[in-house]
């Protein structure tokens, strides 16, 4: 077992330039016919990070994927592993395992028989191959389940089954193509937090492939959001949803509020114009845009505020509520702030609803501050 990061000491080998990546993606192209799947993408993987690869049906994630685990070969481009040229190296001889969707268990085999499968087939003593089995039971919780069938357990147990089995050869690597797909909300969101917990104990990078932004999210110490092969942002979570870079990013993580327009220069920072009828919004920023730049601005729904009376702050807007998503512990208000434009705001329901506190047409201030939201070009 691999020793372990120190709690105290911030896990960021990506910022440290002494630090060696453990994949390398250098100007990788992958074609199939005339449709370019992955288009002269260059990525670095860290050893021990917990990586996801996030967008949309047929951006590529799948594809890349497959190119780490050799199911697939670049069209152009190398790819290593711990500094190996990994592209003409077969799947079997890989330090790679990839755990499938479908989980791929062997009905007819027991709990145990299913993890010890790939290490009976493997150059392991015999005599070690008990005690990894006992190991890999303990690690993902499965010690009780050991005798029983596939079919005899739950679909989380399945998972975490395939999870030991993958990880049974101690890969340098282990690949999850949509892991938690089949399994319901509360049981996905539980399994993520043990997924990240035996990626700790173990040490071993992760590379997950999902759609689910909430998923990726929560498990991942980085983030690549792919978009048409290539890569549209990689980041931490944190920077991924407070720092897009890009508009597509913005929209495509969580929810967001993009207004057009163009930029001028105050003193601290920029002003974007975007109706005539209505106040510029103020962004107090270390890299304004120059004058009549074409822009967006973007805030996330929980940085604004809404209230009944004009409130004292650098940004407001007056608008009419024109519907309301109520879920629970929040609720959205879509407020028409001009003609066509749309703008939400998140409020806690810290009342019960028929308490609450606005409501349909009403009249409201949105407001928020001057380093709430991000300018955009792209």
Not at 229 to 237: D, H, N, S
Not at 262 to 279: A, E, F, I, R, Y
């Amino acid at each position: 077992m691999m020793a372990q990061p120190n709690p105290n000491v911030i896990f960021a080998p990506w910022d440290d330039p002494a630090q060696k990546p453990l994949i390398q993606f250098k100007n990788v192209t992958k074609r199939f016919g005339d449709f370019t799947a992955i288009d002269n993408l260059t990525l670095d993987i860290y050893a021990q990070e917990f990586f996801a690869l996030l967008g949309p049906s047929g951006c590529g994630k799948t594809t890349l994927m497959r190119m780490l685990g050799g199911f697939e070969t670049p069209t152009e481009g190398r790819i290593f592993l711990d500094g190996v040229d990994i592209v003409p190296v077969p799947p079997n001889e890989r330090p790679v395992n990839m755990m499938f969707q479908s989980y791929a268990l062997f009905p007819h085999l027991t709990v145990w028989e299913n993890i010890a499968f790939g290490l009976k087939r493997s150059d392991m003593p015999r005599d070690q191959i008990g005690d990894r089995v006992e190991k890999m039971l303990k690690l993902t919780q499965l010690d009780k389940f050991a005798k029983r069938k596939p079919h005899q357990i739950s679909g989380g147990q399945r998972q975490r089954v395939a999870l030991a089995r993958s990880l049974a050869k101690a890969p340098k690597l282990l690949l999850l193509d949509e892991p938690l797909g089949a399994l319901d909300k509360k049981l996905r969101n539980e399994t993520q937090f043990e997924l990240m917990d035996i990626q700790e104990s173990t040490g071993t990078t992760f590379v997950i492939v999902t759609h689910d932004q909430e998923e990726a999210m929560t498990v991942a110490s980085r983030v690549a959001v792919m978009v048409d092969g290539q890569l549209a942002q990689v980041a931490t979570p944190d920077q991924i949803y407070e720092a897009p870079t890009t508009t597509y990013v913005a929209d495509f993580i969580g929810d967001v509020n993009l207004i057009a327009g163009k930029s001028s220069l105050t003193d601290g920072g920029m002003d974007v114009h975007w109706d005539d009828n209505q106040p510029a919004i103020h962004v107090t920023t270390n890299s304004p845009l120059s004058a009549r730049t074409a822009c967006h601005f973007a805030i996330r729904p929980e940085k604004v505020s809404i209230s009944a009376e004009k409130p004292d702050a650098v940004n407001v807007m007056k608008g009419k509520i024109i519907d309301i998503a109520y879920l629970g512990n929040i609720s959205t208000y879509h407020v028409e702030i001009a003609a066509g434009v749309i703008f939400k705001a998140q409020a806690t329901n810290t009342r019960r609803l028929s308490r609450r506190t606005y409501t349909w047409e009403d009249e409201v201030y949105l407001s928020w501050t001057d380093t709430a939201g991000v300018v955009l070009t792209e």
